[in-house]
């Protein structure tokens, strides 16, 4: 198994260009989510989509549209990039709940994005 | 909604002594806790994690406490080594089997 798979590795865009964040699992999980990095302040959840057809917003999701038309892909894209934007953003994966409790997040390698 | 507050920021031990961090959290009906360790420009990789119905987790040098009535679970490391240095973060869950994560922890081991 691959995991959890990102592309790009590193991005470079000017204010105002959109783009597409790539995200693909092969581990057959139901759930897939957007997390972005930013110094000091840990992960925060932007977007995430609990199946296939099901997406939903997170603690920051303003500037980001995601869907989810396979369980394997979960796409992220910026639709009008802004400086605020640059971070380092983590797709991850995680499989159904064992009974009520919640399972790991499995993440992918990043990506770092530069708005200019 | 759920909220986490994790300390120190930073922290340096000497290799072999023992680095605890800890969290705290806001929702008691939170039951899943996990901790992961993130290398210099690497992913967030999970090291162990704890349920409500157990209050203590070893695995090797890193083990886990929780504290349900106190609302707070902390990672203790012991006999640290220069591997050890990283990023720690905590979480706890919210929606959607997604987390909120604390700030983190920059652990520096020092030979």
């Known amino acids: 198994n691959a995991g959890v798979t990102q592309t790009p590795k590193f991005q470079v865009l000017k204010t105002g260009q959109s783009m597409t964040l790539q995200c693909a699992q092969d581990?057959?999980?139901?759930?897939m989510s957007w997390y972005r990095q930013d110094p000091g302040m840990g992960l925060r959840l932007i977007h995430y989509?609990?199946?296939?057809?099901?997406?939903d917003q997170g603690e920051v999701p303003n500037g980001y549209n995601v869907s989810r038309s396979t369980t394997e892909d979960f796409p992220l894209r910026l639709l009008s990039a802004a400086p605020s934007q640059t971070s380092v953003y983590f797709c991850?994966?995680?499989?159904?709940?064992?009974?009520?409790?919640?399972?790991?997040?499995?993440f992918g390698n990043g990506t770092r994005l530069t708005v200019t | 909604g759920e909220n986490v507050e994790q300390h120190p920021s930073t922290l340096s031990v000497q290799e072999g002594d023992s680095a605890v961090i800890k969290c705290t959290y806001s929702d008691s009906a939170s039951n899943y806790f996990p901790w992961y360790k993130q290398e210099l420009g690497k992913r967030p990789q999970l090291i162990i994690d704890i349920r409500s119905n157990v209050g203590e987790k070893k695995d090797q040098r890193i083990a886990v406490t929780l504290n349900k009535t106190a609302k707070h679970f902390s990672l203790h490391i012991t006999e640290t080594q220069p591997e050890d240095s990283a990023v720690y973060f905590c979480a706890a869950p919210i929606t959607g089997n997604q987390f909120y994560f604390g700030t983190g922890t920059s652990l520096t081991v020092i030979p």
């Open positions: 581990m057959n999980h139901e759930y």
């Open positions: 991850a994966s995680s499989p159904r709940q064992e009974r009520s409790y919640n399972s790991p997040l499995h």
């Open positions: 989509s609990v199946g296939a057809g099901i997406t």
